[in-house]
Nanobody, 119 residues
Framework: QVQLVESGGGLVQAGGSLRLSCAAS????????MAWFRQAPGKEREFVAS????????SFTDSVKGRFTISRDNAKNTGYLQMNSLQPEDTGVYYC????????????WGQGTQVTVSS
């Protein structure tokens, strides 16, 4: 079992930056894939970025490539999403998620943190 708690959301102007954190509790965080998803008002939740258990492989949705960075510190049981050059279309609730290497879908989720980008 893994419990995830996001933090770092807030209100920022277009062009600004935010850093989201995902604190994990439970065993063996370093053996889990971790990802960030977001859900904009009136839209379905969408994948943003993912990182492999040891951090060697990352993946991003096209709309955030070159602007967002995903990282993790397994010693601190924490994952991060650095978001730069934020745009109004990045507004939404951002969720941290985790899964083991044996699963296709993410099955552990945080409660979400709100990110609002004003124009």
């Amino acid at each position: 079992q893994v419990q995830l708690v996001e933090s770092g959301g807030g209100l920022v102007q277009a062009g600004g930056s935010l850093r989201l954190s995902c604190a994990a509790s439970g065993r063996s965080f370093g053996s889990y894939f971790m990802a960030w998803f977001r859900q904009a008002p009136g839209k379905e939740r969408e994948f943003v970025a993912s990182i492999s258990p040891r951090g060697g492989t990352t993946s991003f949705t096209d709309s955030v490539k070159g602007r967002f960075t995903i990282s993790r510190d397994n010693a601190k049981n924490t994952g991060y999403l650095q978001m730069n050059s934020l745009q109004p279309e990045d507004t939404g609730v951002y969720y941290c998620a985790a899964k083991t290497i044996y699963r296709n879908e993410y099955n552990y989720w945080g409660q979400g943190t709100q990110v609002t980008v004003s124009s």
